[in-house]
């Protein structure tokens, strides 16, 4: 079982879920996320919540670097801009 720290948000008033997920140890580890949760985006496209990072398919396998932090939102509550939409 991998060491990792899970927050899914999701809003109950409309607007994207957002998922976070913390790497608890001092080693690289792989995360599997829920199909149900990768799904939320619609096509299973997330990115980060910050920067914009392009989309990440969170339908297969995420690496986490040690005591890494990662932040998303659905690829869809993103717009042309990188700012966040009310999706």
Not at 28 to 42: E, F, H, N, Q
Not at 74 to 87: E, H, I, K, L
Request: glycine share 10%.
């Amino acid at each position: 079982e991998e060491p990792l720290f899970t927050v899914l948000r999701v809003p109950s008033r409309g607007g994207a879920p957002v998922l976070c997920l913390h790497n608890l140890s001092q080693r690289r580890v792989t995360a599997s996320i829920p199909p149900d949760v990768a799904r939320l985006s619609g096509t299973g496209g997330w990115t980060a919540l910050e920067g914009g990072s392009p989309a990440m398919d969170l339908r297969k396998p995420l690496k986490l670097a040690a005591y890494e932090v990662a932040w998303m939102r659905p690829w869809s509550a993103v717009d042309a801009t990188g700012r966040g939409t009310q999706a």
